[in-house]
């Protein structure tokens, strides 16, 4: 039940308002009256016919405002749509109906505007004192007087009377105060054709959906499927604006219904970038512009994230989606100067949204010739039509476009084709003289090489007869090479051992330590292995260099063990030609000469040749009946003295 507010006395009250109009500092023209009359369908307050009064604190009451200090600070509305331009403050707004002696129509006040948060209004009853009633979006949908998109008051007509209505409206975003005076009979025909209306509006944004939705299902082309996005983000939009999403799709939900609005401009001005960028070809006609739209899209989601995490009230900075269309419309003339036929649909489309916003920005700043009534407020939906069906047409001349082009293309190829069917013809008409001619040529040359590979067979039956000699002979010669090369290795030991001879040809004989190794193994075990731990005589070869383990014990007996060689720290190279000097100059030598001809020092070469001379001294007589094996009688220690 709508609340009652006791109104002060009809005589007071009047004694309070002459008072206020001698205090107040001006003249103040009374405020005008709109009458009611049978032949009246509606009237929209505009200008002196709706008085205005701002409360910065948002604390005045009813009570309040009707004194006569408040009461003469109302200003009549200069434009013709007010608006709450503070949006911290609450706004009252009064109206003066005057009512016939007699009236057939029942009457009913709408307020246009149904994103406004808040309003309450007072309407006077017959006891001469005041009801009010809420109404707001801020309120679930089914609370409402009238279930309509709008804000409706059924009004209690008072027959010879002149009634003031009061209004407080209270809205976080700025609202149209747009007050419009019905009677119910022309609200039910006029609701009943604008639904009809909002029905094809939005039917046609399905169509246009649904339509690119199979294109881009049939030709995969993704400008379809930004297409389409933005098409539903633009009816996502209009019903955010136009009250028909909450009054259908979410009317308990008036949290969310207040920022529904900024969720559907971030999509639309997303996916008409998107849409712009792949219908114009903009990243291969224009790397500038392609480069600055990926920037807006990605700066218009930052902004949209930065809104809804830290304040939705940004989301009342409409103005910022004028950057998106200013950019989409740009780049379609720009590609339209370069050439690009189809880009002349997306331009004439974008011109009625671009004119569309503009009727708006301008409405919002109060040029009051514009505002002529519902096609004014609703030239933006009609704008986004005109510029889906525009948009609709420049994919199609797109599409058209390219089927032209692919049907040039194919006559070229065909055409082309032709050409090289001739150009074949003509070719293997020519291949066959040449290789009729090729083939006689052939022919006779093959008669040639044939009987040129007649007399090859004969040079090379008498070659492989050559070469079997030859082989013969080479057989001959290996086994005549082996014999020199023995006797050469003979020939050059027995040097060493019976002759004097100099390091660098000793280290022709033995050049390294494992051939020193290999002539040393060979000596110790001339006379076969064995075993100095346990006398056996199977062995292993051991881990070091031609070193043997037993295979019975383990023991493993390395080649210098038990010989001349054991633990000495001289390269074995030059121990052995150690050796060999002592004994070709009978132990003659001094340590300072071997010194100095094997670069080891004094004292080592002169310790390592008295244990030489000794053995030299003490195997006198074996090494003098050892006929060719001369010094190698020094090595072994235990050999026979």
């Not at 529904?260 to 001005?269: M, P």
């Amino acid at each position: 039940m709508p609340g009652i507010i006791v109104a002060r006395p009809k005589f007071f009250r009047i004694t309070f308002i002459l008072i206020g109009c001698l205090l107040s500092s001006g003249f103040l023209q009374a405020q005008q009256q709109v009458a009611v009359n049978d032949q009246l369908s509606q009237h929209i307050f505009s200008y002196k016919e709706i008085y205005c009064l701002e409360d910065a604190t948002g604390k005045l009451t009813f009570n309040d405002i009707q004194s006569p200090t408040l009461s003469a600070k109302f200003d009549a509305s200069w434009s013709s749509t007010p608006q709450n331009y503070n949006l911290k403050s609450v706004y009252w707004y009064k109206i003066t109906i005057s009512y016939p002696l007699k009236t057939k129509k029942n009457w009913m006040l709408e307020f246009f505007d149904q994103t406004i948060d808040d309003i309450t209004i007072y309407s006077p009853t017959e006891s001469d004192t005041y009801q009010f009633e809420k109404f707001g979006a801020l309120n679930k949908f089914n609370n409402r007087q009238f279930k309509h998109k709008n804000f409706e008051l059924n009004l209690e007509a008072f027959p010879g009377k002149t009634c003031t209505y009061y209004f407080r409206i209270k809205s976080h975003q700025t609202a149209d105060v747009i007050i419009v005076l019905r009677s119910v009979n022309w609200f039910i025909q006029y609701a009943l054709n604008e639904y009809l209306l909002f029905g094809i509006f939005y039917g046609m944004i399905l169509i246009f959906a649904f339509y690119n939705l199979i294109m881009y299902a049939v030709i995969k082309q993704t400008q379809y499927l930004y297409y389409v996005l933005y098409s539903l983000s633009v009816g996502f939009y209009e019903l955010c604006s136009d009250g028909i999403g909450y009054q259908y799709l979410w009317p308990n939900l008036p949290g969310w219904n207040q920022y529904a609005y900024g969720v559907a401009l971030c999509c639309v001005s997303v996916f008409a970038l998107l849409f712009t960028s792949k219908l114009l070809f903009v990243k291969t006609r224009a790397p500038v512009l392609y480069k600055l739209i990926n920037l807006v899209i990605a700066a218009r989601i930052a902004f949209f994230l930065a809104a809804f995490i830290l304040n939705k009230q940004w989301f009342n900075y409409k103005f910022i989606e004028a950057v998106p269309l200013c950019i989409a419309f740009f780049t379609g003339i720009y590609i339209l100067r370069k050439g690009y036929r189809p880009a002349r649909f997306f331009v004439v489309g974008y011109s009625f949204l671009f004119v569309g916003f503009t009727l708006k920005l301008l409405i919002m700043l109060d040029v009051w010739w514009l505002n002529f009534g519902a096609l004014s407020y609703y030239s933006l939906s009609l704008c986004f039509i005109l510029e889906m069906v525009f948009l609709a047409f420049a994919n199609g001349d797109k599409v058209r476009l390219l089927k032209s082009d692919k049907e040039k293309a194919q006559q070229e190829i065909i055409e082309q084709l032709m050409a090289n069917q001739q150009l074949k013809e003509s070719i293997n008409v020519k291949l066959e003289e040449q290789i009729k001619e090729r083939t006689h040529e052939l022919v006779k040359n093959a008669r040639t090489i044939e009987k040129q590979n007649e007399d090859l067979n004969r040079v090379n039956q008498i070659l492989q007869q050559q070469a079997a000699d030859i082989s013969r002979m080479n057989v001959l010669l290996e086994k005549d090479n082996q014999e020199l090369h023995t006797n050469f290795d003979k020939v050059s030991r027995d040097r060493i051992m019976s002759a004097g001879v100099d390091f660098e040809e000793f280290s022709r004989i033995y050049p390294d330590a494992d051939s020193c190794y290999k002539f040393l193994a060979d000596l110790k075990w001339q006379d076969g292995y064995k075993c100095h731990k346990c006398d056996n005589t199977h062995f292993f070869n051991g881990h070091l260099p031609y070193s043997r383990r037993c295979n019975k014990c383990s023991y493993e007996e390395s080649v210098t063990s038990y010989t001349l060689f054991q633990n000495t720290r001289i390269p074995i190279t030059k121990a052995f030609y150690m050796i060999f000097l002592v004994y070709s100059t009978n132990g003659k030598i001094s340590s300072h000469k071997l010194s100095e001809i094997l670069s080891i020092r004094q004292g080592t070469c002169w310790a390592y040749s008295n244990r030489i001379k000794k053995l030299l001294s003490s195997r006198k007589a074996g090494i003098k009946n050892g006929n060719n094996e001369g010094w190698s009688k020094l090595v072994l220690e235990n050999q026979p003295e």
